[in-house]
């Protein structure tokens, strides 16, 4: 199965989701409950309705019941997702996909959080069953030109992106996420993890993005089943 594919499927297992069974507002902050939050933590973004909300307050109410706060007025809503969506590429082909879901009313709120994978992939075939290729996947979001190091640690890098990071690395260790890959990681999974302030700045100010934005980039090598393979399936 080729990498584009298999991290389109990892990326659906890390998006996650669930009910809600009651929203009550006061001055315009809303209470979700809820029957799940998986791995939520206060500051993460989920989804409701196409739009993106920053959540707080966390509280377990007992088992199966928690609630979680976010600023939004008169919302009907039945469910709520993981804030993440998913692009493959090179760097050109991004920002033009992002600049086209920016002046798209349906879509301008679904750009970051991002889990990119870079393209441009070369494949070793030397396996019977399988192929070997270097991997670089980052995990993007929005930030600010100006942010000192601190305050982009503590609200851009600590609240968003390392919560996305370390879901990913749970999740392709799971039994679902590992079955595309020749060798199970077990307890370890051998990669480079970069933090990417003002991601691709450099000393003429250019950025991989027109958007600024902060990263954390992942490169790792791993072993693929081809697509024929059972555990492909």
Known sequence: MRPELVFENIYNLMRFGSTISDISEVNGVSTITTDNLYTLADGMLIEINNKVYAISNITIVRY????????????????????????????LEINATL??????????????????????????????????????????????????????????????????????????????????????FGSNLDLTETDKFKYGSIANNTHVFDDITDAIQLDMTLRFFNASNDACI
């Open 64 to 91: 199966g019941i928690y609630t979680f706060d976010i600023t939004a007025t008169n919302l009907v809503a039945n469910e709520w997702t993981l804030a993440l969506y998913y692009e493959y590429g090179r760097a």
């Open 99 to 184: 600049k086209d879901k920016k002046g798209d009313p349906s879509n301008k709120n679904k750009r970051f959080p991002m889990m990119w994978l870079l393209t441009g992939i070369e494949k070793d075939e030397d396996f019977e069953i399988g192929y070997q290729a270097d991997i670089t996947i980052a995990f993007v979001y929005l930030s600010e030109l100006n942010l000192k190091a601190k305050k982009r640690i503590e609200t851009k890098m600590q609240l968003i992106i390392d919560p996305l990071v370390t879901l990913f690395k749970n999740t392709i260790k799971t039994s679902q996420g590992s079955r595309y890959f020749i060798y199970p």
